[in-house]
């Protein structure tokens, strides 16, 4: 479907997440989104697309620089602006925003849920939001809401399009965002209003949301929580890694804090207690205290196993700590660490205590974390050990927890030419 032909209709469904290609055929990116303003009481003008044109970035293609849309294809002229995009407040983005909200029939016969949005063109370069592909929302007798005949409107015979709703769901934001990674899905989230933010927060699985919460910013992460019902956000908390969830929860109000802390698990609560305890910028304030812990006579095979864990974090993945009983933090005297490279050209059946490194230092919960760094670099370690005055094993500092604490508190709003100038000074500084 070129751009000559005026009455042309497209799904904007349908539209997500096809591929976007220059003059030549190479592709550039793919539709995240479609940008629309709206007249009060009339349709909405579709100014443009969100293009996501790498991971974690998105760019604006406005409308002036399509030249077709087709079947699994948009075409451009070529010209792409690659500034991150940044939504102004007269913008919607109709699939975050609009899919799914309920809306009332001018007619009086009740409310719809949106199901898609039509786009349709009406002159070169101009295209509308005309109709909305609609379900009507039945309430029972028992004060359910059943869903049931879909029909398509014109958006003058709704009202309510442009209201914010904070029960809106997020069935097709949900669907749409399920092969995210966690940082990516944090990211899309981050550009989200907060009301959109918290339907999907709602939605997701318990450990889905923990992982999201994992790579958010404190502003959002803490909006998130503070949103949630008490124990929804108790369970979250439960399975974070502990020293995420410690970090979130010294980002709340005291009162709440506490009340959450009181919900959680008691092993769960004991441990982001302790991490609690520690003073900011210490290697216990920054440890996790889940790393993967053995006893020397486990075998290669017991650690290989349990490093392919879905759940644990790469950085914890690379070594496995070995211990004298208990094998929980805190655990027996601490004996050395297993490297996954030396047990991966080891016999399965070979015991971890006959492989141990034990030269790499142990560092006490007090100490810098400038001390974690240099340390970290100086051994080529993704993982270190954290241990108290009679070497019991209390933790680990990862290398992606110490960049977190490194890094500006607002690293993920960094775009390309801010992150190149930074760069830049750090060399010629």
Known sequence: ?????????????????????????????????????????????????????????????????????????????????????????????????????????????????????AMERRRPKDWVISKLHVQRQRITALGFTRSGETLNVRVSEVSGLLKVDTNQAATSLIAQTEDMRPADLADYLHDLPIERQMAIAQQLPDARLADVLEELGDDDRVAIVSGLEANRAADVLDVMQPDDAADLVSELPEAQAQALLSLMEPEEAKDVRRLLSYAESTAGSLMTTDPVIFGPDATVAQMLASVRREDLPASLATVAFITRPPEETPTGPYLGMVHIQRALREPPQTLLGTILDSDIEAVSPQVHIATVTRLLATYNLTVLPVVDEDSHLLGAVSVDDLLDELLPEDWRDYDDEVTDRIMARSIDG
């Open 1 to 117: 479907m070129g751009l000559g032909t005026a009455g042309k209709r497209v799904y904007i469904g349908k539209l997500a997440g096809t591929g976007v290609f220059d003059p030549i055929g190479d592709q550039v990116g793919k539709i995240h989104d479609v940008v629309a303003t709206f007249r009060v009481g009339g349709t909405g003008n579709v100014i443009g697309f969100v293009v996501e044109v790498g991971p974690r970035k998105r760019v604006f293609l406005p409308l002036t620089r399509v030249t077709s849309i087709e079947a699994g294809s948009v075409i451009t002229t070529g010209l792409l602006n690659m500034r991150s995009f940044t939504q102004r407040p007269v913008e919607t983005l109709v699939l975050a925003e609009l899919f799914d909200r309920v809306v009332t029939l001018n007619d009086g016969s009740g409310e719809v849920r949106i199901l898609d949005v």
